[in-house]
Structure formats: structure tokens, C-alpha cells
């Protein structure tokens, strides 16, 4: 599992989740007049609440962090993890709501009194953290703050070289130093360094030099065709090769050998 790439959304997931888990142990009715030794149940004693809030809230997140970490999440009839987690956020946040105004469950209306506990703290604390456990999981593919990386990427690491040797360089090598993406040196113009001779290219263009990227965020990678259906997607924290550039495009490879082309390039950070 990649946990780079992890989006800022999926961190206020992740942070709802443990607050949900911690709302769990506290206590689920709040009674007036109550001494301090009384015993106040948690979350873990009521069963609607501990199915339909605690268990379905932290289910949801674990569903949302393991769709976006895994290369290849696995499917549930035919359909992915995410949009599940999504469901159970949602679910929980309206779950959380109903025990809310409703503590005792309906038991409060025998013998026609509506006197009854109030929800406690445990409760409160838990709508607050399905309400922004939902929040999140919905805007994070709206809002442009969310869908950046939880973590930067890690920056592809050089092989020790004995003492006085030169560090390898061109082709496949990510510690190597590489020209500014488009162009050679800093301040000359496009084309101020050829590509390395003898090494496996897809046809570059003659003044490209292949270089190491990540992405900021979740970008699609498209067939080389031009076939408008993506065949991959980048993803943030995780190192590919750019192996040709096409005007503003670039031809890249990912870390499983598919090649595509990557039409958004703005942001990108060059190893």
C-alpha cells in the first residue's frame, strides 16, 4: 500500500476516524442531576449506535484510505471501494444525527412522559466526526485543496559511489541530475542537452532528455493512440519516467512498463 498517495482529503478522513474511535469509549447518555459515580454507558453498549455509527464510520474510512492506496483496489460487484466508503460515511453522519435527538432510542415515550437522557458526549463527539468523515469523503474529488498530496514524494535515492567516481547519468537512472522540464541547462533555451545514445526511447524528440516526475495530484494517463479512455492513473508520492514529450504532453511510463500520455504536465516535480 502507497500511503503517498494519500490525498489531504483522505488525511481528514483518516483524522475523523480516530476521533470517531475515541467518541467510542466516552459516554452515550448525558443525564441531569446524575452523580459522578454513576455508571454511564459508552458507544460499545448500545447496539444501534455501535453498528450504525461507530463500526459503519470507521468501516468507511478504512474503504476510502484502502481505494486510494492500493495500485489496484479490489472490487465489489464490479464496483470499487470508494464510492462504498462514501455510502457508510454518509450513512453513519445520518445515523449519528437520529441517536442524537434521540438517545433513549423511543424508550423516553412509555407512559406518554417524553423526559429522557440527553445525548452524551461520546455521542455528540461522534456526529461531529461522521459529519466531517462525510464532508471530506464527498468534497475530495471537488476541491482542489483536498485532492493534494497527504505527503510529498520522496525523492528518488542516488546509489553510494566509491570515493572520486563520477555518478552515473541518462536513461532509467532517477538520481541522475536532469535538465529543467523542457529545455537543457537553467537559462538556456529548449534543446540545450541530447538525449542519451544507445539506450531504449520510444522515438524522443531530439532535444529530450528522459526524466524522473510526480504528480500533485491524481492525474489520468491516456493511450498513445489518442483514445479518449484512460489507461492508468498517476498518482501522487510515486516516481514515473517521462520517455518523450509531446508539445505540452509528455509520453510516460509507469512502474509496471504501460506507457501513456500524460496531458496535464502544470505542477509537476522532476526528480
Known amino acids: 500500500m502507497n500511503i503517498r498517495s494519500l490525498t489531504r482529503g483522505d488525511g481528514v478522513v483518516i483524522g475523523a476516524a480516530v476521533l470517531l474511535f475515541i467518541a467510542s469509549f466516552l459516554d ?4 441531569e442531576g446524575a452523580p459522578d459515580s454513576a455508571d454511564i454507558p459508552s458507544l460499545w453498549a448500545s447496539g444501534p449506535v455501535l453498528l ?9 474510512a478504512a474503504l476510502i484510505v484502502v481505494a486510494r492506496g492500493l495500485p489496484q483496489p479490489p472490487k465489489v460487484a464490479g464496483l470499487e471501494l470508494a464510492p462504498f466508503g462514501v455510502a457508510f460515511a454518509v450513512f453513519a453522519a445520518w445515523s449519528a444525527l437520529g441517536n442524537v435527538f434521540d438517545p433513549a432510542g ?24 461522521t459529519l466531517v468523515m462525510a464532508g471530506a469523503a464527498v468534497a475530495t ?16 535515492a542516488a546509489p553510494q559511489q566509491p570515493y ?30 541530447q538525449p542519451p545514445q544507445g539506450q531504449p526511447a520510444a522515438a524522443p524528440a531530439p ?10 495530484v491524481p492525474r489520468p494517463l491516456f493511450a498513445e493512440d489518442g483514445s479518449p479512455t484512460p489507461i492508468a492513473e498517476l498518482a501522487p508520492g510515486t516516481w514515473y519516467l517521462a520517455v518523450e514529450q509531446r508539445g505540452q504532453a509528455l509520453v510516460a511510463q ?6 501513456g500520455v500524460l496531458q496535464d504536465t502544470s505542477g509537476i516535480q522532476r526528480g
Do not use: E
Request: cysteine-free; charged content about 10%.
Open 28 to 31: 452515550l447518555y448525558s443525564i
Open 52 to 60: 450504525g455509527v461507530v463500526l459503519a464510520g470507521l468501516i468507511a
Open 106 to 129: 423511543g424508550a423516553d415515550n412509555f407512559g406518554g412522559s417524553s423526559d429522557g437522557p440527553d445525548a452524551g458526549l461520546g455521542l455528540i463527539l461522534a456526529l461531529v466526526a
Open 141 to 156: 474529488p471537488l476541491v482542489p485543496a483536498l485532492k493534494g498530496a497527504l505527503l510529498p514524494p520522496a525523492r528518488p
Open 164 to 193: 572520486g567516481a563520477q555518478p552515473p547519468s541518462g536513461y532509467g537512472y532517477p538520481g541522475a541530475q536532469q535538465a529543467p522540464f523542457g529545455g537543457g541547462q537553467p537559462g538556456q533555451p529548449f534543446g540545450g542537452q
Open 207 to 216: 532535444d529530450f532528455s528522459p526524466f524522473w516526475f510526480a504528480v500533485p
Open 254 to 259: 509507469t512502474q509496471d512498463g504501460r506507457r
